[in-house]
């Protein structure tokens, strides 16, 4: 499919709007939250994140593929990428972040934000260290890698820079690890 | 022109405070409070809390404008819904550019307190002869700073002040109007501040990101 195309599909995607300011209150009230269950360990926070990022993207993967009407098989790993960035991040939160800084085997790309719906308005705490370990929309690394396993590709997502800690840029790295395999169930007998 | 503005929140607590000059007709923008002006503006500010309260609930503005006066300071006052106090006191330059004329109103401000004090316990006739002696301090202090002479003689150290800018009009329609607008920037940039989910009510704000916008609209504004 063709990147036009893909953009063309984030764009018609029908879908029912929610204020934009809720989304922002609601995930940052939760980091607020982990972070003060976890006594800010944000190393422990950020997995915490993660995880919970991860659940989402099981399901999510469905919302997806449901709504996006695209019942064909991406080809390649940079069509993945082009969908993800052009359709996913379009539906879900009306955002498209830019692809780069492919590595030469196409198994690693850059999703880069220019805006970010979910850290509006936030500032990390000033204590010294959420400004080198926490990271704020860890989330979105847990939905990424969850939704992917679901269609058998196994990645590995981080963060690598975030406007909130001062970077220029919000930089999230993805990287292919394998196609699963469809494994066949058990024998019977 | 000097001025101290303050956040003040629900508990009376100070969440913010931020001092800065005019930067209007030429001023740098730095306040020219001294160093025992600085330590009596917190007084001022927190003794005018009072003020605020009694004015808040007689109408349903925001935006309370001029609440009070301590000698030449004047405290202009903005209620945000969830009563959390924005003050600002500005004081004109006739004061501020003269280091030595303010001592006088702290000390007679202290003198006049223990008049009142002495009048209600003593004869009337030592409260009149104590009273006598500051009555000529206020009188000088009040005709300095309501005649644009003092600006003219201040004038060595902050030059082209004119009786027409907003600093030495403190009471003027443009003043209100200059600090309305003030207020309603640091409003914004406040409400943007407390959306942080880190923030928790009646914390201390300490963004660096606040400060500087406050700044922003105190040169834009005053």
Known sequence: ?189 | MSYYFAIIGTQDNPLFEYDFGTSKQGGDGMARFTEQARQLNQFIIHSSLDIVEEVQWTNGQMYLKLIDRFFTSYISCFLTASNIKFLLLHQPPSTSSSSSALPHPSSSGSSSTSTLVQSSHHPPTSASTSSLSVIPSLSTLTGGSNSSTPTLIGGGGTSSRTSTSIAANPTSPQTEEAIRNFFAEVYENYVKAIMSPFYKTNMEIRSPVFRARVAAAGRKYL
């Not at chain 1, 953009?7 to 709007?17: A, Q």
């Not at chain 1, 940079?78 to 939160?93: D, H, P, S, Y």
Request: net charge negative.
């Open chain 1, 1 to 189: 499919m063709s990147a036009s195309k893909a953009s063309r599909l984030g764009e018609e995607t029908r879908i029912e709007k929610v204020n934009a300011e809720l989304v922002v209150l609601t995930y940052g009230t939760i980091v607020a939250q982990i972070c003060k269950d976890f006594e800010n360990d944000y190393a422990e926070v950020n997995k915490q994140l993660d995880k919970m990022g991860y659940n989402i993207g099981l399901r999510l993967i469905e919302d997806y593929l449901a709504k996006s009407n695209t019942m064909r098989r991406c080809s390649n790993f940079r069509e993945t990428a082009e969908m993800i960035a052009k359709v996913g991040f379009k539906i879900f939160l009306n955002v498209t972040p830019t692809i780069t800084n492919w590595t030469s085997d196409n198994k690693q790309f850059s999703l880069v934000f220019d805006e970010n719906p979910l850290a509006d308005f936030v500032e990390l705490p000033d204590d010294g260290r959420a400004q080198e370990q926490l990271w704020f929309s860890n989330i979105l690394c847990g939905v990424l890698r969850g939704a992917l396993e679901m269609v058998q590709m196994q990645v590995e997502t981080h963060f690598i820079s975030d406007v909130l800690r001062g970077n220029d840029t919000t930089e999230m790295r993805v990287t292919l690890v394998r196609y699963i395999d469809d494994e066949l169930p058990p024998e019977d007998d």
